[in-house]
């Protein structure tokens, strides 16, 4: 994957996972709600630092925290996890002041970021947050893709959260084939 962003030169930010591999770290900064959890993270991430060649560790290290751009006028800002950490959960339920804190600091007029896997839009502070989810292991209980889209709208921004399809089946069965465990694979929400 790492090939292709490159060679379609797709403005990329790094994740906390890039962040750990691309540097060969055995710590993701992910957050875990317990020991069995944790354990099994680590297969992944051990799993990753084992199959993933120089070149593409190479391209993760050289991506930056944040990319900028305007859209309608509007300064819009990506990160991962937030402007402070790459590794931030920003939960749509943290207190309004949390985001109003983030919000004075962002410099921006939209924030778009990720790291929960769950999309959601508000504003906070002048600032309009934009979770875009997750392409794959959404954590929301709709087991398709997302992304959001940021567009011109009456006075500024708009924002749509997008849905896509994708065949979770055929990656838990690569997952399985690869050796990744099985717990992982099962993780993915399959569709009904």
Known sequence: MCALVSERQIPTIYGNYDYAIGRDLEDCGCAYRDRHEREIGQQSVDWTLAHTNEKSKAFMRALPFDVRFEVAGKHVRLVHGSPRKVNEYLFED????TFERIAALADCDVLGFGHTH???AREYGGVLFVNCGSVGKPKDGDPRGSFAVLDEAAGGVGVTSERF???AEAVAAEMRRVGLPEELAEQLPLAA
């Open 118 to 120: 769950k999309p959601w």
């Open 94 to 97: 943290k207190p309004a002041r």
């Open 165 to 167: 399809e994708y065949d």
